[in-house]
């Protein structure tokens, strides 16, 4: 757990009640052929308990005019919004294991003001629970990250004139699409790897026991659920012994044992949204991941939270049963929308999702690689290139024509 700074100035918006933990803090500086590039957290805190916490980061470069717009127009803020339940530092890791590789630089050294926004999220076990009170965590989920978001750009950014994105991979773009539909006018385009809709009747139905459990759930009390309990053993037997003989599947070693569940679909349990649902696709030798070196999965997994709200599961898996909650306004918005599919899992809801923009000029990028969630961000740098940045970076920079 982060430590609890001091509390100073608070800013409210609707249920959100933020005030800094500390100043604003220089982590790190480059020097790019594009221009000096700095990043700057910030560490807030939400009403009086410790746990109610997040960070936001702004990853900025010198703009020079010859970088702009030939008409001279600034190019939009973007807000990244993190995925489901990882930390402010998902979305710097790169599989070439420089940060300016990372997703978050990439777009701001091209040119984009770029601001990352964690979701509220625990390490740890439940012995937390014993000494604070989680309680706090049934108000952790979509709402609450909607109104993060828009809090973001009310009282930090301060955007005035300029134009805002919003986007996210994964859950971010979840959550993106949800704060458009309940503030369609705050942005001029938004982009996700994610959807929030299906229509198919195959997937609705995969999702509505998960939905009821959730709902059921919360009625009994439960206010989260230790979402990586039962994938720590595991990955810990591949990460620190991965030749060893799996105690798991017999005649496999450890590492080759985690290669095989995570392609398994539907392993991934209320987390996987359809049937065919993997995390990630292995090697036919199963030597390694098809599209991620482990090393950088590991990496990565040491970013994801353990205790993960009930409600933001709720939220999800309940939207994929056909519920519009952080929906039912899509018809309102009429800026720009990109949707990059994720494999053949997702990409069918990222077009049911797309159809419920009806104003809007929506784009529906279908990505050939099936990996899975890989395809979305855990994928090699220069893949990730091709099937993301470039695509992402092309779609910004046509907003203001």
Same mark, same amino acid.
Request: proline fraction near 2%; hydrophobic fraction near 40%; charged fraction near 20%.
């Given at each position: ?183 369609? *006018? !705050? %942005?001029?385009?938004?982009? &996700?790897? +994610?959807?929030? /809709?299906? =229509?198919?009747? @195959? ?8 939905? *009821? !459990? %959730?709902?059921?759930?919360? &009625?009994? +009390?439960?206010? /989260?659920? =230790?979402?990586? @309990? ?15 003989? &799996? ?155």
């Amino acid at each position: 757990m982060r430590k609890i700074n001091l509390i100073s100035s608070i800013a409210t918006l609707c249920f959100v009640s933020l005030s800094a933990m500390a100043q604003p803090v220089l982590i790190d500086e480059f020097k790019t052929k594009e221009g000096p590039l700095t990043i700057v957290e910030q560490n807030w805190q939400d009403g009086d308990n410790v746990l109610n916490q997040f960070s936001t980061k702004q990853i900025k470069r010198e703009h020079k005019n010859k970088y702009k717009h030939k008409h001279k127009k600034a190019l939009p803020i973007v807000i990244l919004a993190s995925s489901f339940n990882v930390t402010i530092d998902h979305l710097s890791i790169s599989s070439t294991g420089k940060y300016l590789d990372s997703f978050e630089a990439v777009l701001a050294k091209a040119g984009f003001e770029v601001w990352v926004i964690e979701d509220r999220m625990l390490f740890g076990d439940a012995s937390i629970c014993e000494q604070n009170d989680c309680s706090i965590m049934q108000t952790w989920g979509l709402d609450q990250r909607v109104e993060d978001i828009k809090w973001l750009k009310d009282h930090v950014i301060n955007a005035g004139n300029q134009e805002v994105v919003v986007g996210g991979i994964t859950g971010g773009g979840m959550a993106a699409i949800a704060t458009v539909n309940r503030y369609p *006018d !705050d %942005f001029v385009g938004v982009f &996700s790897t +994610g959807a929030l /809709y299906s =229509n198919d009747i @195959e997937t609705q139905i995969h999702n509505m026991q998960s939905c *009821d !459990d %959730f709902k059921m759930a919360q &009625s009994q +009390g439960v206010d /989260y659920l =230790n979402v990586l @309990e039962g994938f720590d053993p595991v990955i810990s037997l591949a990460r620190y012994y991965p030749e060893q003989d &799996s105690p798991i599947f017999m005649g496999l070693t450890n590492k080759q044992t985690l290669l095989t569940i995570l392609g398994v679909p539907g392993f991934l349990g209320k987390n996987a949204y359809s049937a065919s649902y993997v995390f990630g696709l292995a090697k036919t030798d199963l030597s390694d991941f098809k599209y991620v070196d482990i090393e950088l999965f590991y990496r990565d997994y040491d970013t994801f939270g353990h205790l993960a709200s009930v409600q933001h599961h709720l939220d999800i898996n309940c939207a994929f049963t056909g519920e519009r909650t952080f929906t039912d306004q899509l018809e309102y918005f009429n800026g720009d929308v990109l949707l990059l599919g994720g494999g053949g899992a997702m990409t069918p809801m990222l077009v049911d999702t797309g159809d419920l923009f009806t104003q809007a000029n929506v784009k529906v990028v279908n990505n050939p690689i099936d990996g899975g969630e890989a395809d979305n961000y855990l994928i090699d740098s220069q893949i990730r290139k091709k099937i993301l940045d470039r695509k992402i970076i092309k779609w910004i920079r046509k907003l203001d024509k």
